[in-house]
């Protein structure tokens, strides 16, 4: 009698707080209802992140501006709402104009992952503002012409590579995995300054960091999006941004080589380490903050560069050769603008100012990302209430501007479906269309890589449609991104075929 009497009370109890969470989190649902906000329908609990570990963030952003194509429109984010912004306006305000509303992202990890929660991309004001203007200078022109050097030698091995691994063995190629070596080699020069080389079979302690990096398994992927989309479910669960072995090896790699600089006293290195060696010297930090905290931020910001230079260029470059393969006229207009300037500049490889000069190759660049934006939203945390076109956003809500739909809107890139370089596309790595083009981002926390990105492209684009001519691989044209990663990058790698155009290479 007095079991059952329990059972009965603790059952009451349990429905009664069913009930009572049910219904709180219903109204939660109401408040884009409530502000007269067109709202995409959520799904209780989940709102409209039903699509997570199924689809990409990327068709995510892709689907929401073919159901909903208007200037904004509000979501959930599991229960909490955020807005997303479509038009160039209003992106213009929330990442320019008002950005001193906007100066964060939502995206958040936890205290217990420094390397996560502490680099550029995901660090708060005020340590954002004082980092930014450290780590500024990494790219200077002086340095960037010096890093175009070595990624020439990395693109020369890049197409060795192909001769004997895809051409020679008929190994199957992956484009995502092979430009993730090429970018590796590179960024192992422009963050430690240790000249490696994966693509030609040789051990890299960096390949081991990015190949963890970006090895998006459900798991990784599921941390990953947690903490772009539900940062407190990442901190409840303390989900990492980087996975354990990245985290072990970067730090392993980090300190060997400050112990190195050390020991050795030398300060004549132009890499990054130097640059955050310098950095953790001048940087003023709240008082009450430990060396700890300066070590952590030195560690996360190598990691972050990293990532940034990897993940990013290597899904641009396998898109753009997949597009190339599909578009054999563009293919040997480039080709032909390539071989012209070799031929003019008597050079074997070219340098710096003549990969600048190529319009056509830059072409190409600009509209695989304007197709296929490696980055589909950019995410923003609102600091003060502030009212946008009549909608109130208050503080803590996230603001989230789509580039997907900006980007394939017709009014600004007719047909935009059609992979064409001959569209007017941005003039320079500063033009963004009147807000219409937004691989990079934009204002003060535009990508800091941008220079750098656009010229690793570059320096690998041109070196490979000059040997190679490229052809459609075993994959469908319109390849599935995979749904595991936040940022796009297509699923199994992505294939094309390589055919040499000389005999001699
Ligand atoms: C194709 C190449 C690249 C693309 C498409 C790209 C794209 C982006 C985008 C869209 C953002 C967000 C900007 C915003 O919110 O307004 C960003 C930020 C960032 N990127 Fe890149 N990126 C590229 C290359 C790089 C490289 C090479 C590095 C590092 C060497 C890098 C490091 C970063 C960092 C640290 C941030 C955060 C900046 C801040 O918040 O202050 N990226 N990138």
Redesign the pocket.
């Known amino acids: 009698m007095f079991g059952f009497n329990i059972t009965w009370i603790l059952a009451s109890a349990i429905s009664i707080i069913l009930i009572f969470v049910c219904r709180n989190v219903s109204k939660i649902y109401d408040y884009w209802l409530i502000r007269g906000v067109p709202y995409a329908k959520p799904v209780w609990g989940f709102g409209n992140l039903s699509f997570i570990m199924r689809k990409s963030a990327w068709e995510f952003f892709d689907d929401l501006r073919r159901k909903h194509p208007l200037d904004y429109v509000g979501i959930y984010l599991g229960w909490q709402p955020a807005l997303v912004v479509q038009s160039p306006e209003l992106a213009r305000r929330i990442?320019v104009k008002d950005f001193k509303n906007f100066q964060d992202?939502y995206l958040y990890s936890n205290s217990s992952d420094p390397l996560g929660s502490l680099?550029?991309?995901t660090v708060k004001n005020p340590i954002?503002s004082e980092m930014?203007h450290h780590?500024a200078p990494?790219?200077t022109t002086a340095k960037l012409r010096t890093i175009t050097e070595l990624m020439n030698l990395n693109a020369t091995e890049l197409v060795q590579k192909i001769q004997r691994d895809y051409i020679d063995k008929k190994q199957p190629v992956n484009l995502k995995e092979l430009f993730t070596m090429y970018t590796s080699d590179t960024?192992g020069y422009?963050v430690f300054g240790l000249r490696v080389s994966v693509l030609s079979g040789s051990d890299s302690p960096l390949w081991v960091i990015t190949s963890h990096i970006v090895r998006w398994t459900f798991w990784r992927g599921l941390e990953f999006t947690m903490i772009f989309f539900m940062p407190v479910i990442a901190k409840i669960f303390k989900f990492k941004f980087f996975s354990g072995p990245a985290t072990e090896y970067v730090k392993q790699l980090f300190w060997n080589v400050v112990k190195e600089r050390e020991n050795s006293k030398t300060t004549e290195h132009k890499d990054l380490v130097q640059l955050l060696l310098k950095m953790k010297e001048t940087m003023k930090l709240p008082a009450e903050a430990g060396s700890q905290l300066a070590d952590d931020l030195m560690l996360a910001?190598a990691a972050?560069?990293i990532l940034?230079?990897v993940e990013?260029?290597s899904g641009?470059l396998s898109s753009c050769l997949h597009e190339l393969a599909h578009h054999p006229e563009e293919q040997e207009k480039l080709y032909k603008e390539v071989s012209d300037a070799l031929t003019r500049s008597g050079k074997e490889v070219l340098e710096y100012d003549d990969l600048m000069e190529l319009e056509y190759l830059s072409a190409c660049l600009y509209e695989t990302?304007r197709k296929h934006?490696?980055?589909p939203y950019?995410?923003?945390i609102c600091a003060k209430a502030y009212d946008l076109e009549g909608v109130r956003i208050e503080e803590g809500v996230p603001v989230l501007v789509n580039?997907v739909a900006l980007h394939h809107d017709p009014r600004y890139h007719p047909n935009p479906e059609l992979w064409d370089p001959s569209r007017p596309t941005a003039a320079s790595e500063n033009d963004n269309l009147g807000y219409t083009f937004?691989?990079?981002?934009?204002?003060?926390?535009?990508?800091?890589?941008?220079r750098?990105?656009?010229m690793?492209?570059r320096a690998a684009l041109a070196q490979l449609i000059h040997k190679y001519r490229v052809e459609p691989g075993p994959v469908p044209y319109i390849v599935q991104p995979d749904p595991y990663s936040v940022l796009l990058a297509p699923k199994n790698g992505g294939c094309v075929k390589f055919v040499r155009r000389h005999k001699a290479n």
């Open positions: 990442l992202r680099n550029l991309f954002w930014r780590v990494s790219f960024v422009t910001q972050v560069f940034g230079s990013t260029s641009t990302m934006p490696a980055v950019l995410d923003r580039v937004l691989p990079f981002g934009e204002g003060p926390r535009f990508c800091i890589g941008k750098y990105g656009m690793q492209m």
